[in-house]
């Protein structure tokens, strides 16, 4: 079956650097879906990337999907306390019931 | 956004015993629900989809007559832990798909199951 992995499986960082989780997938992708679970929480949707090639920003995260569409990566720069938590990719291979298949995540720490 | 609910939140019973858990879509209408166990910082499991409806499928290795998933209607889904075990303590997650741009899931805050 289908499988996603990430890495690494832990990072830790001073506030003020930067951070990159990696992700691959065994198949190809329709598309993959970025989450953040913080301590003691659920995941939260974080952004979609459908595209071959695609890169998308949302303030200090960029977010790039492979040409392939089977590796992704989630960059963020100068890091700060409140990023603190595990970050999921999660491939869909495109079938009708959307169903995803997470990737072990990311837990950044951030040190002040 | 969206919100999905989910009770309990926490539950502890006793060997032998059956946990229902119940997920809700509060604000929008969900034909795909999906359940997840979740160990100790690690990632999500995928259980099964629940359609509303019809039965649901069950991944590789998940027992359907262990793990009872009932989609009643478009914004309720319940999973049934029958015959609890120890080994069955976990986090459980659910999450709705709520159709639209992303077709993203929204998840639920999760139960934490304790089986003495």
């Known amino acids: 079956g289908q499988q996603v992995m990430q890495i690494p499986q832990y990072q830790h960082v001073q506030e003020g650097e930067d951070f990159t989780t990696y992700c691959n997938s065994s198949t190809t992708l329709s598309n993959i879906q970025w989450y953040k679970q913080r301590p003691g929480g659920h995941p939260v949707f974080l952004i979609q990337?459908?595209?071959?090639?695609e890169v998308k920003k949302q303030k200090r995260l960029t977010f790039q999907f492979g040409e392939a569409k089977k590796n992704s990566s989630l960059h963020i720069t100068a890091t700060q306390t409140t990023d603190v938590g595990t970050y999921f990719c999660a491939g869909d291979s495109g079938g009708s019931n959307y169903k995803l298949t997470f990737g072990k995540g990311t837990l950044l720490t951030v040190n002040p | 956004g969206a919100v999905v609910s989910q009770h309990p939140s926490r539950v502890i019973c006793k060997s032998g015993t059956s946990v229902k858990i119940e997920c809700r879509s509060l604000?929008?209408?969900?034909?795909?629900m999906f359940w997840y166990r979740q160990f100790p910082k690690q990632s999500l499991m995928l259980m099964a989809t629940s359609n509303e409806g019809s039965k649901a499928t069950y991944e590789q290795g998940v027992e359907k007559d262990k793990f009872l998933i009932n989609h009643a209607s478009l914004t309720l889904s319940t999973l049934t832990v029958t015959s609890a075990h120890p080994e069955d303590s976990s986090f459980y997650i659910c999450?709705?798909?709520?159709?639209?741009?992303?077709?993203?899931?929204?998840f639920g805050p999760g139960t934490r199951l304790t089986v003495l």
């Open positions: 999450s709705a798909i709520k159709r639209g741009a992303y077709n993203e899931q929204f």
């Open positions: 990337l459908v595209k071959s090639g």
């Open positions: 604000d929008f209408q969900a034909t795909t």
